[in-house]
Nanobody, 117 residues
Framework: QVQLVESGGGLVQPGGSLRLSCAAS????????MGWFRQAPGKEREFVGR????????SYADSVNGRFTISRDNTRNTVYLQMNSLKPEDTGVYYC??????????WGQGTQVTVSS
């Protein structure tokens, strides 16, 4: 059974940082692309960024490019989302997902990030 478990969310002030983790089990992690998505209250879920299984290439939404960084540790079956210079509009539930060719078959339960003073 595939499981993706996010952690590291919380309350942070504007300008602050958080690092989210997503621990995967039940799948050959190193062969899957890993994505991060978020959903703000009253809005649709949106793409944040992804890291490819091969070469570890990354891509990001324009709204987070230059502030967020995705990395992965295939020895720990874990993907990370480092979030810096956080803004109130970054508030939402953050989800990790595993997939291939940008088609994400597996999703975590999400972790809440709140950016507020």
């Amino acid at each position: 059974q595939v499981q993706l478990v996010e952690s590291g969310g919380g309350l942070v002030q504007p300008g602050g940082s958080l690092r989210l983790s997503c621990a995967a089990s039940g799948l050959p992690f190193s062969t899957y692309d890993m994505g991060w998505f978020r959903q703000a209250p009253g809005k649709e879920r949106e793409f944040v960024g992804r890291i490819a299984w091969s070469l570890g290439s990354t891509s990001y939404a324009d709204s987070v490019n230059g502030r967020f960084t995705i990395s992965r540790d295939n020895t720990r079956n874990t993907v990370y989302l480092q979030m810096n210079s956080l803004k109130p509009e970054d508030t939402g539930v953050y989800y990790c997902a595993a997939g291939r060719d940008s088609r994400y078959a597996y999703w975590g339960q999400g972790t809440q990030v709140t950016v507020s003073s």
